[in-house]
């Protein structure tokens, strides 16, 4: 099949996370990746939960899960209908499903029942390590199905395992390439457990198979699954999907992500005022590479850029400080108003007028949303003296200190507020005629008015202040000055 037709053609992608957890960095850029194909042609994006491993439930994880792509606006188009949007599909819900495929398998020969108990089945893994042979069940019970049987008969627990054929497996994987495996290496792999719910391979295979998925895209660590799924879609007679399993995502220092590289839950990054859009551009490149040199992407050129086929086989590199420069770059093109709505729910206190009036101060001040909280306090309450830093700051006299804020309110008395750059100006030139340099003496103005040596720009905080504010704030550190110099 060509690109060009794969590209006409819609593509059924699904994301099927466990609900083991909170969603991670690599696994909501493998949804992104879907997400985009579908968006890309004009198909569907379906979201499937697949918890069958019961014993790995994460009480709160669906909910995680949802939350996040929500979050993200990675949504799902379809699935059952819970009154309102969609719910995703859930196997645990659609049992009957797959018991009824593993009763085709069986009745075919392509699947056989077992009833090994777990001791046998550790002795023989024990022996077969000891023996330095890849370890994989033996096929006792396919050899003594009459025994099989009459265990069964009697009411012995069993499980159904697959009957993997001989030969090789072989796909052409759109990311991996041509993939081939040696049957001989693949395990008898347990389909429905002895509780009638069928392992992930069944349940996967199954759900793939009636969603009319076409392309399977998921992470690499699934690759050596793909012969025991290719098996069945052969004993059932269904034609398989594509494949595409997307590269590993590492640390710096390429290991695998863990908390020490800041591999977060998705909803960290939420709480941290990370925009969704920048996320996802960083995690599309984690992988992609447009081929040009752009790197900043909307979600809109995303969709109109990226393709599967580019996405590269080896593992990609999560670099924080990278999120951070994509970050802060949506940050400067998001419109004021944007900006001032994503920052309501970091800012408590400023009402939606004053925020909005902060945003053009704090828009190249802040990376993250929540770092504008830090940033914002000292312009709603007043410094606390004495300070917890010294006043006045290092290589500045008390007497030039003290002069620089009469000077100043004498400017803006004069009406300088309103012309931040010609008041800056005004005090250059007084700080140079005392021999100072202005970044030390503007110290003094940072300490007077907002309590700590930085912040946001000064002039423009006078502004965003007023003038009455600025002179009451000013004045309070002339007080704290005149007790140290003596002659004033
Ligand atoms: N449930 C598997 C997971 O948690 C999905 C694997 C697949 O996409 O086939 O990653």
Request: charged share 0%.
């Given at each position: 099949m060509g690109e060009v037709q794969q590209a006409a053609a819609p593509w059924r992608v699904r994301f099927a996370p466990s609900p083991t957890g909170a969603l991670h960095l690599g696994a909501v850029r493998t949804a992104l990746f879907a997400w985009l194909m579908a968006r890309k042609t004009g198909g569907q994006f379906i979201l499937r939960i697949e918890d069958t491993d019961q014993g790995r439930h994460v009480e709160g994880s669906e909910k995680q899960i949802l939350d996040s792509l929500t979050w993200l606006g990675l949504l799902w188009d379809e699935g059952p209908e819970v009154g309102g949007p969609y719910g995703p599909y859930v196997q645990s819900e659609r049992l009957p499903i797959y018991q009824e495929q593993g009763r085709v398998l069986a009745a075919s020969g392509a699947a056989y029942f077992c009833i090994c108990s777990p001791e046998r089945l550790a002795a023989m893994r024990k022996a077969q390590q000891e023996q330095g042979k890849p370890t994989g069940y033996d096929r006792y019970c396919l050899h003594h199905t009459e025994e099989v049987a009459a265990a069964m008969e009697r009411g012995q627990s069993s499980v159904l395992r697959l009957r993997m054929p001989e030969g090789r497996s072989s796909w052409d994987d759109l990311i991996l390439g041509e993939t081939s495996f040696d049957n001989n290496m693949v395990d008898d792999q347990v389909l429905l457990k002895s509780d009638g719910f069928p392992t992930y391979h069944l349940a996967s295979v199954v759900d793939d198979h009636l969603m009319r998925i076409t392309h399977v895209i998921r992470s690499q660590e699934w690759t050596s699954s793909t012969p025991k799924q290719l098996a069945l879609y052969a004993a059932l007679g269904w034609e398989p999907p594509f494949f595409a399993h997307t590269p590993n995502v590492l640390g710096e220092d390429r290991k695998k992500m863990s908390k020490r590289h800041g591999a977060k839950d998705i909803l960290e990054y939420r709480a941290q005022g990370y925009l969704p859009g920048a996320l996802l551009n960083a995690m599309a490149l984690l992988g992609w590479a447009s081929g040009t040199a752009q790197e900043l992407f909307s979600r809109d050129e995303l969709v109109a850029m990226f393709s599967i086929e580019r996405v590269n086989r080896a593992p990609a590199i999560f670099d924080a400080k990278r999120l951070d420069s994509i970050q802060a770059a949506h940050l400067r093109q998001l419109p004021d108003g944007e900006l001032s709505e994503a920052l309501e729910p970091f800012?408590?206190?400023?009402s939606r007028t004053q925020i909005l009036s902060l945003v053009p101060l704090l828009r190249e001040r802040i990376v993250r949303l929540a770092d504008a909280a830090g940033l914002v306090a000292p312009l709603l309450e007043r410094p606390r003296w004495p300070l917890k830093e010294p006043f006045p700051p290092a290589k500045v006299l008390p007497g030039d200190a003290f002069g620089l804020l009469e000077r100043t309110i004498q400017r803006i008395d004069a009406g300088d507020l309103e012309n931040p750059v010609a008041l800056r100006e005004a005090l250059s030139e007084w700080a140079t005629t005392k021999g100072a340099k202005p970044r030390d003496i503007f110290r003094v103005l940072y300490l007077a008015l907002l309590g700590t040596a930085a912040g946001l720009p000064i002039f423009d905080v006078m502004k965003y202040l007023g003038a009455e504010e600025v002179r009451f704030r000013l004045e309070q550190g002339m007080r704290e000055l005149s007790m140290l110099v003596d002659e004033l």
């Open positions: 800012l408590q206190g400023p």
